[in-house]
């Protein structure tokens, strides 16, 4: 079973910056698409950016023009600026693999002071 761990959320100035990152372990199939996703208390989790196959990439137009998604081997980075408390939230990294199998991270963090 493929294992996440997430690391970059934390306590953040409004106006600032964070980088996520999550790296993928125990792997018995190529992923093949990796995301990040978002979820504030009560509410349905989102979709935030996601990078699959060949690097296409897609961003949520809440976070377009500020936020860039990476993958480098079995790690996906995702990188924001401009950050304001609307972005305050716990984020997820959510990956697939080529038999369609959904993993999910425990999720980061992120608290953004004004």
């Known amino acids: 079973q493929v294992q996440l761990v997430e690391s970059g959320g934390g306590l953040v100035q409004a106006g600032g910056s964070l980088r996520l990152s999550c790296t993928a372990s125990?792997?018995?199939?190529?992923?093949?698409?990796m995301a990040w996703y978002r979820q504030a208390q009560g509410q349905q989790r989102d979709l935030v950016a996601r990078i699959g196959s060949g690097g296409v990439t897609y961003y949520d137009a809440s976070v377009e023009g500020r936020a860039a998604i990476s993958r480098d081997m079995n790690t996906v980075n995702l990188s924001m600026v401009g950050l304001g408390p609307h972005d305050t939230t716990v984020y997820s990294c959510r990956v697939i693999d080529t038999l369609k199998a959904v993993t999910w991270g425990q999720g980061t963090q992120v608290t953004v002071s004004s």
């Open positions: 125990n792997i018995a199939f190529t992923i093949t698409d």
